[in-house]
């Protein structure tokens, strides 16, 4: 069975601080797809991003950039300059294809608070 | 773009009753899910439809039912509605699996069902 760790229960830091939200993911298939998903106070799930098990190079997009690692089974989500506006519950989810449907095995999410 | 639509957004239901979710997936997204998400949860697999057939099915109650249109829009049916239903209803879309890039997953808003 897979599953998706998300240690940081809530992080609070000030506007413009970086911040890194951690995903730790297992899993005994070698083909698999891992998200990120932003929730703001609204309660919609956002796509953030999509990385498949083949390819580890990293992604930046804009203030958000992502670190997997194969080696020990994460994919991290870093925010640059933090501001207001990403305060939300942030999901990792794993997918695996090989029986398993395409449903999302999420984590347990990190609240994170940016203040000014 | 469009998005994955879900209708009615809020509904208040009294216990034992029935309550009707429907979902119109992104266009020419052949695969639909619903999850469901209690309050401080991560969202949980109920339901998945490949082609109108049901393709996958997780921790969804015998109370409920769902199924998918020809023209993929899918209602998922939930009676004798208890007080822990109340949730947080996702609807999400994709292209089947196997298409190579088509798997990532989309949410739309959700409907907040409350059980009084």
């Known amino acids: 069975a897979q599953k998706v760790t998300q240690a940081q229960t809530e992080i609070s830091v000030v506007e413009k601080e970086d911040v890194t939200l951690d995903c730790v993911y297992e899993?005994?298939?070698?083909?698999?797809?891992l998200f990120w998903y932003k929730q703001p106070p609204s309660g919609e799930l956002v796509f953030l991003i999509r990385?498949?098990?083949?390819?580890?190079q990293n992604e930046i997009s804009g203030r958000y950039s992502w670190n997997f690692q194969k080696s020990t089974s994460s994919f991290n989500f870093t925010i640059t300059a933090s501001q207001v506006v990403d305060s939300a519950v942030y999901f990792c989810?794993?997918?695996?294809?090989?029986?398993?449907?395409?449903?999302?095995?999420f984590g347990t999410g990190t609240q994170l608070k940016v203040e000014l | 773009a469009a998005g994955v639509i879900q209708s009615p957004r809020h509904l208040i239901k009294e216990k034992r009753e029935t309550a009707t979710l429907k979902c119109y997936p992104i266009?020419?997204?052949?695969?639909v899910y619903w999850y469901q998400q209690g309050p401080g949860q991560d969202p949980q697999f109920l339901i998945s439809?490949?082609?109108?057939?049901?393709?996958d099915k997780g921790s969804i109650p015998d109370r409920f039912s769902a199924q998918q249109f020809s023209d993929y829009h899918s209602e998922l049916n939930m009676s004798s509605l208890e007080l822990g239903d109340s949730a947080l209803y996702f609807c999400?879309?994709?292209?089947?699996?196997?298409?190579?890039?088509?798997?990532?997953?989309?949410f739309g808003e959700g409907s907040w069902l409350t059980v009084v």
């Open positions: 989810a794993l997918v695996i294809l090989t029986g398993g449907g395409n449903k999302l095995t």
């Open positions: 899993t005994r298939d070698t083909t698999y797809y």
């Open positions: 990385r498949n098990s083949f390819d580890e």
């Open positions: 999400a879309s994709s292209l089947e699996p196997s298409r190579g890039s088509g798997n990532t997953i989309y």
């Open positions: 266009p020419r997204h052949d695969t």
């Open positions: 439809f490949y082609e109108k057939m049901q393709s």
